[in-house]
């Protein structure tokens, strides 16, 4: 249980040096639960996860999944459906297929294999708020002790 609790944290923090070291600036990152009050759009927050135990005889290991959502409005520059797209293909570029490797050396993580990210969903709709567009992206990742 230790070495995913551990992985899950150590999985969010990757998540979010590499979303905002490659995300354009003026596009804050959130946790789910920081966004300020009123915070200007556009941003992006790091949302769900789940995570199942799957380990093999040798290793612990999860497989997890992780959202991030998009939020933008009608003005500025990423707007309407269109920027909502922008920025699901920013975040997706930024993570699909990539290592978090670097991010891992960063933060000092030595117990896991480097985990790769794997999009496996993403949808844009217009919010509850009529002039807010919502982009939700979902990755797959295997977190395997290393």
């Not at 199942?52 to 998009?70: F, G, I, Q, S, Y």
Request: hydrophobic share 40%; proline share 6%; with cysteine.
């Amino acid at each position: 249980m230790a070495f995913r609790s551990d992985a899950e944290w150590q999985l969010q923090l990757a998540i979010y040096a590499r979303l905002t070291a490659e995300l354009p600036a003026g596009v804050p990152v959130y946790d789910g639960d920081s966004v300020p009050p009123g915070a200007a759009l556009p941003y992006v927050t790091i949302g769900e996860d789940s995570y199942e135990d799957t380990p093999d005889k040798t290793h612990e290991e999860a497989d997890a999944t992780v959202t991030v959502h998009t939020w933008n409005g009608l003005s500025g520059s990423y707007i309407a459906r269109k920027g909502a797209k922008t920025l699901i293909g920013l975040v997706s570029r930024a993570l699909h297929r990539r290592p978090l490797d670097a991010e891992f050396v960063a933060a000092g993580v030595t117990n896991l294999k480097t985990p790769v990210c794997v999009r496996e969903f993403a949808d844009a709709f217009k919010d509850d708020d009529p002039d807010t567009w919502h982009g939700v992206v979902r990755f797959r990742v295997n977190l395997t002790e290393g």
